[in-house]
């Protein structure tokens, strides 16, 4: 038979919580377990941090560091009047702003460009949205209106001027 004796080594009481090691918490654990864990994700990593460095370090300089900021048109930007290494000439930027976004679209047509861009970030919305039903339909129309808009009275507009385009049109009547 049996004999049971209660055992004196059993703990009554629970133990109090300890903390979880630094080394698997945290900044260094997310470092040690996903960035470090082996020699290819350790090269990686180290490739990866200087690509970076080498690509947004001089990025920022030549946006925000080294820009011409003041001025009302390119000659600001000329190192020679602003008196060191010029970068980003954000007065360039501005004058031509309209330039960038329209291009040599006619000016009283550029109410199409500008619903087409509020159309497109309405209808765009709903799709990054994740819980939103009908992702389909509204797929649909993102992409439907948003051309139908965009080309609407296409054939009927006149065309732009090859010089304004400086491609080669072999179809084209004006040369």
């Avoid at 011409?68 to 008196?83: F, I, S």
């Avoid at 339909?137 to 009275?153: D, S």
Wanted: glycine share 6%.
């Amino acid at each position: 038979m049996s004999d049971t004796t209660p055992s004196v080594f059993v703990r009554q009481d629970l133990v109090a919580e300890r903390p979880a090691p630094v080394k698997t918490t945290g900044f260094v654990g997310f470092l040690r377990t996903r960035l470090l864990n082996s020699p290819t994700n350790i090269l990686i990593t180290i490739v990866s941090a200087l690509l970076l460095w080498f690509t947004i370090v001089p990025a920022l300089k030549f946006l925000l560091v080294d820009a011409v900021w003041t001025g009302k048109d390119r000659t600001a930007c000329l190192a020679e009047n602003a008196g060191h290494v010029v970068g980003a000439c954000w007065p360039f930027i501005q004058a031509k702003f309209t330039q960038f976004i329209y291009g040599f679209y006619p000016e009283p047509e550029r109410w199409r460009v500008d619903l087409t861009f509020i159309l497109a970030a309405i209808l765009l919305l709903p799709l990054l949205i994740p819980r939103l039903p009908a992702k389909g339909l509204n797929a649909g129309l993102f992409f439907g209106a948003t051309t139908v808009l965009a080309t609407a009275g296409e054939s009927s507009r006149p065309r732009a001027r090859q010089r304004l385009w400086s491609g080669r049109c072999y179809g084209c009547s004006e040369n």
